[in-house]
């Protein structure tokens, strides 16, 4: 149980263009969703919180017009990169925790964006 | 913000071998997971450990949060315990999750 899918696994796109990523919840019903970012030999970096129907919420130092969030339902969340630039290549995972009372994160295989 | 180090940053091990991996944090969380994170990226729940001892398999965890620290141990190690081995956080009352900063293990025949 409690499996997360992304789409698509990697994406190569020109620069100026906008690429959107799939996050979904296979098996369980995904209160709240989590979209983070990794460089290469670094950790986790949280970009943004989303509960469904709601907007999201952004760490500080994202760029909120940039990185677009849509939590449309309780198993898909978007994140759309708009106007990509080449420092925007990166690998952008998705997590998924259930219950409120129960906050375990459940991740997604990643998403590895390459703009050229 | 917390901050969650991990010691060591790189491990390199025989095969058979056991090891402890350690995750100190700054403040006071309010739950803890430990992760693997494969070569392919895919992160692997090992562990949701607030407190106390849990044990599967050849792994096991102990997070004493009074003292701000967890432990991850591996006995046995095989070659597919290789990757990135993460703790994160859970902090400010919500479910929002800090990573610490990562142990790089490789396991060798």
């Known amino acids: 149980g409690a499996v997360v899918s992304q789409h698509p696994s990697w994406v190569i796109c020109k620069s100026g263009t906008s690429v959107k990523i799939e996050c979904r919840s296979l098996?369980?019903?995904?209160?709240?969703m989590f979209w983070y970012r990794q460089f290469p030999k670094q950790s986790l970096m949280l970009m943004a919180t989303?509960?469904?129907?709601?907007?999201?919420?952004?760490e500080q130092g994202v760029e909120k017009d940039k990185f677009l969030i849509n939590h449309a339902s309780l198993t898909l969340s978007t994140l759309t990169v708009t106007s990509a630039h080449p420092e925007d290549s990166s690998f952008y995972i998705c997590?998924?925790?259930?219950?409120?009372?129960?906050?375990?994160?459940?991740f997604g295989p990643g998403t590895r964006l390459t703009v050229t | 913000g917390i901050q969650v180090e991990q010691s060591p940053p790189d491990l390199i091990l025989q095969e058979g071998a056991n090891s402890t991996l350690r995750c100190n944090f700054s403040d006071s969380v309010n739950n803890l997971q430990w992760f693997h994170q494969n070569p392919w990226g895919q992160l692997i729940n090992l562990f949701y450990?607030?407190?106390g001892t849990k044990q599967n398999g050849r792994l096991s965890a102990t997070t004493v949060a009074t003292e701000r620290y967890s432990l991850l141990y591996i006995s046995s190690s095989q070659t597919t315990d290789s990757g990135v081995y993460f703790c994160a956080a859970f902090t400010g009352g919500g479910n929002k999750l800090t990573f610490g900063t990562g142990t790089q293990l490789k396991v060798e025949l």
């Open positions: 997590s998924a925790s259930g219950t409120s009372d129960y906050y375990e994160q459940y």
């Open positions: 989303s509960n469904e129907g709601s907007k999201a919420t952004y």
């Open positions: 450990i607030p407190s």
């Open positions: 098996d369980f019903q995904a209160t709240t």
